[in-house]
């Protein structure tokens, strides 16, 4: 069972300066909350019951965000605000637990997860990078599809999906005999950081949703810097599928990265027009745009 979920949010948002000068890009808002609650609920409700913060002292408005505010919620009841006061004690249910660790050092992706190694133990575990939102229509999430992947076959599942080929030098990119269709998985052949153009083994493209086995918190230790001077997440995973099968899972939802202003503007769209309060009168002022 997977009940642990690593969320790096240590990263201080560089592509999202200025919005990310003074509050962490994975609190900046989508609609009408930030954008790390729709990855911390995409998580709870595939069965995470631990929400393990890799962070930074910056960032503390995320740990606050996932905190009581007692404060506020005696002045709601004061007020019989009752609406506002469900809202802000139900972020997240009661048997889901957020706990904290530092990452001292910007070493790279790889060594925030390894952060988290004494909070781990020995199991399995989820990664989830705040910076995308993945948004699924139907009833089964990717992430949820993912897990019950990984319990049928024990193997690692890493969640792909395809780019267009001038983009493959800004993610990791899985080699696989044959592409999976939406929702299937495949035994990876490799996996590797960020290729130069016209070197990449195919054109899929790793989300930053990942099912791991503690094991790789060795290989982690073990990892020297790869691409950009970091210890990779891609790296241990490419030793780790050297000893057993590794696979990609490629998603059939959208999705949209947050860290990027365009993909941040998309996803407030597609977001917005979603919203169940919101949404028509959203709408309707795109209509009224006439653009
Ligand atoms: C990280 C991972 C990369 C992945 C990407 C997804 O890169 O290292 O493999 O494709 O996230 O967003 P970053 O965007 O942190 O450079």
Redesign the pocket.
Known sequence: MIKKAIFPVA?LGTRFLPASKSIPKEMVTVVDRPAIEYVVKEAVAAGIEQIILVTHSSKASIENYFDRNFELETILENKKKFDLLTEITEILPKHVSVVSVRQPQPLG?GHAVLCAKAVIGDEPFAVL?P??LVKNNDQESDLALMIDHYNQTQASQIMVEAVPDHLVD???IVDVAQSPSEGESVVMRGIV??PVIGTAPSNL????RYILPAKIMQLLEETPRGAGNEI???DAIATLQKSEKVEAYRMKGQTF?C?SKIGYLKAVLHYGIQHPQLGGQFKQLIKELNL
């Open positions: 990263g992706l990078l910076d995308v800004q993610y990791g950081e960020k493209s790793v989300v930053g990779q997440l891609t990265d860290g």
